[in-house]
């Protein structure tokens, strides 16, 4: 599938700041299950964003805006062809029996084994996460039952939890929106030797061209046979060629849309635009 991807985000802040320094996570993955054709990134104030492969690989911007200015827009569009694979079959056609990974014995997978800040575990979840494990003789087979699972456990509602929030309170919580979604399914993924890590990127509606949509975020987990692979928990279904992945991490403070640092007053107001346009929708 052809998808081109128009995503802004502009803050406005109550008085001019200066010595603006940001990096942007908005380039989409370019590997064997999409192709990133084009890309750009434009800012007003104009900068030079400069890129840079991160540790996980992916591509990172980094631009400064040293003069003052009371308004920031980040322009980013890009061109992407993705591959309209049947994600459910590869996990299904993985037969692989399920044995819990140690991260000191497979340090290879150690980042995506060990908790952090924002999955790491309390005290409810890990009943719940041995719970579902109990009686599951497959990896694919569990990892299905982890993504029914938590799609069934929270309700999405948004303005309750933030960016910040950790798995255990949006557990406790019940709600939340698909980064909470996603960083309770790699608390319990990790907790029982899976291999499993964050993706930020988009997906295509069947929405009208106009309509408003934003970032999506969701998780692959690694199969000892099919490799990785991605689900989507929010909306409980596998990633197939409607989603673009833009960068991949721990969590979501790997891989933020965009992070920077400012001179000048705390407090800015923040807007982000997105927009996904399927072949169908550039006609």
Known sequence: MRLKIHHTTVYEYPFPVTNSVNEAWLRPLTDERQSCLSFSLITTPRSEPRPYTDYYGNTVYHFDIPEPHGRLEVLAE??????????????????????????????????????????????????????????????????????????????????????????????????????????????VCRLLGVPARYVSGYFSTSAAADA???????????????????????????????????????DYADVPPIRGAYSGPRGSGIDVAVQVLNDQQQQ
């Open 212 to 250: 408003v949509q934003a970032s999506h975020a969701w998780p692959e987990v690694l199969l000892p046979a099919a490799g990785w692979v991605g689900l989507d928990v929010t909306n409980g279904r596998p990633v197939d060629g409607r989603y673009v992945r833009v960068a991949v991490g721990r």
């Open 78 to 187: 890009a061109d992407v062809l993705t591959q309209d694979t049947d994600m459910m079959a590869e996990i299904q056609a993985d037969a692989s029996p399920y044995r819990p990974l140690s991260p000191v014995e497979h340090d290879r997978w150690l980042d995506f084994l060990t908790p952090t800040p924002l999955t790491k575990p309390g005290e409810a979840i890990p009943p719940y996460a041995a719970a579902i494990a109990a009686g599951r003789s497959t990896v694919a087979g569990l990892v299905l039952a982890i993504s029914d699972r938590v799609h069934a456990t929270l309700r999405y509602e948004s303005g309750v939890t933030d960016v910040n929030t950790v798995a255990e309170d949006a557990f406790r919580l019940q709600v939340g929106v698909c980064q909470d979604y996603t960083h309770l399914f790699l608390a």
